[in-house]
């Protein structure tokens, strides 16, 4: 793995515009020709995008966070952005915060399309090209999750086949072909040939690759486990069988390096003085690690000093004393109306007095850990991968070990990941092994092993901030079972949001193949019609 390099700007300048026909009078001569550019230098820029697209104000804070009661926030003004996340309330910018993942995730699977065509007359750079491929998918599959149908068969070909108003793939016909060109991927990849050069994610290390590629291909597998369930068979022990992620260290993250100028999104957001006051845990979190004696609570949470000030001070360590954590319930404000903080059942009281007391005191907010504007952005972990695989194991497929295993394996290495974030989030393996050895698996019926497999993938992702990820897994399998939050004004009729509409952009640039879109979503381009797997 390595840290985020100075050439990712280097990537970033004008390469989307390199051709091989221009005759050289009509050639930018501060522009590199596809002859001669290292297309190795697009790999860290796609690995950004992706990153930026899922991570602080495009969307998953926003949004995500709340809506599966990872955090909470009491914020109601109009034009305070987290309404959109804890209450399902329009604010001044949400048309924008949904425009940010798409953007940034067609910006990401548009260069590595690009990186792909610049290497492909290059046999010896073909692992450069699945790579491309790998990224591409990783990408895609991220906003049809979130989007429903979208283009994909004829998207990011402006340049090589004119096409500027590409059709919209139905998912149920996409996800199929994700995965087989992903299959095909990691299947050309190739430990006898070069790696990339400059490469964010492995360093270069194929077999690392090898193993992210199938891991992605389990995670995409499972969200067919409803709609397409033999499909979903078929590719997860594909999957397993071809080599998946075996511990954290080979788990997919990506250090960012904020003194270059790439932080991360998530971390830059909670640094925020609003943000810092009002996004907490969420009760539903907080009572979750309470319930199962998890040793990440005392690393996540703390409980800020007493008083509006401390509260509001970044650089003031709270209380990590496991038995004071206590969770922000969402859909609460602080208007002083029937559905004030104070009127909450369980309301502990306000902190402080007078001009610096503050009814959010007592509960608890995300450590320093979260606010490290250089965190690494964790994209897909060894946990969710073994939780996964338990899944698989216990509805009978065959992926190569137990359910009770596979569960165990996850309960530790969430545990574990963590001190990827630094020495303050570093967790003993004897006690991530005693965690595991207290919480084992339920096997009495289907039902109960599934809900406790995926309570765990939430808590997983939502601990390493995952919002889409935690929000998908949701969706797919039912579990944690939420209870949605019914505010005054609320965009989705009191029902958690299942997906996000399309950007307004979209209706105007490409209107013909947008509407058809449309025209197939029960329900229209809103926030709970159900895309193709959301059964």
Same mark, same amino acid.
């Given at each position: 793995?390595?840290?985020?390099?100075?050439?990712?700007?280097?990537?970033?300048?004008?390469?989307?515009?390199?051709?091989?026909?221009?005759?050289?009078?009509?050639?930018?001569?501060?522009?590199?020709?596809?002859?001669?550019?290292?297309?190795?230098?697009?790999?860290?820029?796609?690995?950004?995008?992706?990153?930026?697209?899922? *991570?602080?104000?495009?969307?998953?804070?926003?949004?995500?966070?709340?809506?599966?009661?990872?955090?909470?926030?009491?914020?109601?003004?109009?034009?305070?952005?987290?309404?959109?996340?804890?209450?399902?309330?329009? /604010?001044?910018?949400?048309?924008?915060?949904?425009?940010?993942?798409?953007?940034?995730? +067609?910006?990401?699977?548009?260069?590595? +399309?690009?990186?792909?065509?610049?290497?492909?007359?290059?046999?010896?750079?073909?692992?450069?090209?699945?790579?491309?491929?790998?990224?591409?998918?990783?990408?895609?599959?991220?906003?049809?999750?979130?989007?429903?149908?979208?283009?994909? /068969?004829?998207?990011?070909?402006?340049?090589?086949?004119?096409?500027?108003?590409?059709?919209?793939d139905t998912q149920e016909s996409l996800y199929p072909q994700l995965l087989?060109?992903?299959?095909?991927?990691?299947?050309?990849?190739?430990?006898?040939?070069?790696?990339?050069?400059?490469?964010?994610?492995?360093?270069?290390?194929?077999?690392?690759?090898?193993?992210?590629?199938?891991?992605?291909?389990?995670?995409?597998?499972?969200?067919?486990?409803?709609?397409?369930?033999?499909?979903?068979?078929?590719?997860?022990?594909?999957?397993?069988?071809?080599?998946?992620?075996?511990?954290?260290?080979?788990?997919?993250?990506?250090?960012?390096?904020?003194?270059?100028?790439?932080?991360?999104?998530?971390?830059? /957001?909670? *640094?925020?003085?609003?943000?810092?006051?009002?996004?907490?845990?969420?009760?539903?979190?907080?009572?979750?690690?309470?319930?199962?004696?998890?040793?990440?609570? /005392?690393?996540?949470?703390?409980?800020?000093?007493?008083?509006?000030?401390?509260?509001? #001070?970044?650089?003031?360590? =709270?209380?990590?004393?496991?038995?004071?954590?206590?969770?922000?319930?969402? =859909?609460? #404000?602080l208007k002083g109306g029937s559905t004030d903080i104070t009127n909450a059942?369980?309301?502990?009281?306000?902190?402080?007095?007078?001009?610096?007391?503050?009814?959010?005191?007592?509960?608890?907010?995300?450590?320093?850990?979260?606010?490290?504007?250089?965190?690494?952005?964790?994209?897909?972990?060894?946990?969710?991968?073994?939780?996964?695989?338990?899944?698989?194991?216990? *509805?009978?497929?065959?992926?190569?070990?137990?359910?009770?295993?596979?569960?165990?394996?996850?309960?530790?290495?969430?545990?574990?990941?963590?001190? !990827?974030?630094?020495?303050?989030?570093?967790?003993?393996?004897?006690?991530?092994?005693?965690?595991?050895?207290?919480?084992?698996?339920?096997?009495?019926?289907?039902?109960?092993?599934?809900?406790?497999?995926?309570?765990?993938?939430?808590?997983?992702?939502?601990?390493?901030?995952?919002?889409?990820?935690?929000?998908?897994?949701? !969706?797919?399998?039912?579990?944690?079972?939420?209870?949605?939050?019914?505010?005054?004004?609320?965009?989705?009729?009191?029902?958690?949001?299942?997906?996000?509409?399309?950007?307004?952009?979209?209706?105007?640039?490409?209107?013909?193949?947008?509407?058809?879109?449309?025209?197939?979503?029960?329900?229209?381009?809103?926030?709970?019609? *159900?895309?193709?797997?959301?059964?």
């Open positions: 793995m390595k840290n985020i390099l100075i050439i990712i700007l280097i990537a970033s300048l004008g390469i989307i515009s390199c051709t091989k026909d221009l005759d050289k009078l009509n050639t930018d001569p501060t522009r590199a020709s596809a002859d001669i550019f290292d297309a190795n230098l697009l790999l860290p820029t796609i690995q950004v995008d992706y990153v930026s697209g899922n *991570r602080g104000y495009n969307g998953a804070i926003l949004f995500q966070s709340m809506w599966v009661k990872i955090l909470a926030s009491t914020s109601t003004d109009g034009a305070n952005y987290y309404t959109g996340g804890d209450k399902y309330v329009q /604010s001044t910018n949400t048309n924008n915060y949904i425009n940010g993942m798409w953007s940034n995730m +067609y910006r990401s699977a548009g260069r590595a +399309y690009e990186m792909a065509q610049l290497v492909a007359d290059k046999p010896e750079q073909a692992n450069l090209t699945h790579i491309a491929k790998i990224m591409e998918i990783l990408a895609i599959a991220q906003m049809t999750d979130t989007y429903g149908d979208l283009p994909y /068969s004829e998207a990011l070909k402006g340049k090589t086949e004119n096409i500027t108003l590409p059709t919209y087989a060109d992903l299959e095909a991927a990691v299947n050309g990849l190739s430990t006898s040939g070069a790696g990339p050069t400059y490469d964010a994610f492995y360093g270069g290390n194929i077999s690392a690759w090898k193993k992210f590629g199938n891991s992605l291909m389990l995670r995409m597998a499972m969200k067919l486990v409803k709609a397409a369930p033999s499909v979903a068979q078929q590719y997860a022990e594909k999957a397993a069988s071809g080599g998946v992620f075996e511990n954290v260290s080979e788990e997919c993250y990506i250090n960012l390096d904020n003194a270059n100028g790439y932080s991360n999104g998530n971390a830059s /957001s909670l *640094r925020t003085g609003g943000d810092l006051y009002e996004v907490r845990w969420s009760e539903r979190m907080i009572n979750m690690l309470k319930s199962t004696n998890d040793p990440r609570l /005392s690393v996540v949470a703390e409980v800020p000093p007493p008083g509006l000030q401390a509260n509001q #001070d970044l650089n003031i360590v =709270g209380n990590s004393d496991p038995s004071v954590q206590l969770g922000l319930p969402n =859909g609460w #404000d059942p369980n309301f502990p009281g306000p902190t402080g007095s007078g001009d610096n007391a503050t009814p959010l005191g007592a509960y608890s907010r995300p450590t320093a850990i979260y606010r490290n504007l250089s965190a690494p952005a964790y994209i897909l972990s060894y946990a969710e991968v073994q939780f996964l695989l338990a899944e698989a194991a216990a *509805r009978g497929w065959n992926v190569g070990g137990s359910a009770a295993d596979y569960f165990k394996n996850g309960m530790e290495g969430g545990v574990l990941s963590l001190a !990827k974030m630094g020495e303050a989030a570093s967790i003993s393996q004897e006690a991530a092994t005693a965690f595991a050895n207290t919480n084992v698996l339920d096997e009495s019926s289907l039902a109960n092993s599934l809900k406790m497999i995926n309570e765990q993938y939430w808590v997983a992702t939502g601990l390493q901030m995952n919002f889409v990820e935690a929000w998908n897994n949701w !969706k797919r399998s039912g579990y944690p079972i939420l209870t949605p939050v019914n505010y005054v004004g609320n965009f989705s009729g009191g029902e958690i949001p299942r997906r996000q509409p399309y950007p307004t952009g979209e209706t105007t640039l490409n209107t013909e193949n947008y509407e058809t879109a449309v025209g197939r979503l029960s329900g229209g381009d809103n926030w709970v019609s *159900r895309i193709y797997w959301d059964q």
